[in-house]
């Protein structure tokens, strides 16, 4: 929790780095598998057939995917035009 009150918004006053969210890094990648794990295994009974929850699941891991492929140029400081740029930053601090 300590970690990641760094990054709470109004923040404003601290020099925040990418590796410094290195050390909770590990635990917000097991605590979103754990999450998304039981997530899969929930399945509600209905008269005909079991509905699953696994879907979601899986769209929980498109969307980690997809964010990932989203600011993978920010990441390793790739080119990228102004408009690019803009696109991916959302807080004006950053």
């Known amino acids: 929790l300590a970690a990641w009150m760094m990054w709470v918004l109004g923040n404003t006053e601290r020099v925040l780095f990418f590796y410094h969210a290195l050390g909770m890094l590990i635990f917000t ?15 509600f009974p209905t008269r005909r057939w079991a509905v699953s929850l696994a879907p979601l699941a899986y769209a ?6 997809a964010a990932f ?13 102004n408009a690019d740029h803009q696109m991916r930053v959302w807080v004006d601090t950053w």
């Open 29 to 43: 990648v097991l605590a979103l598998a754990y999450a998304l794990t039981a997530l899969r295994r929930i399945t």
């Open 60 to 65: 929980g891991v498109a969307v980690v995917l």
């Open 69 to 81: 492929v989203f600011f993978y140029p920010v990441w390793t400081a790739a080119p990228l035009s």
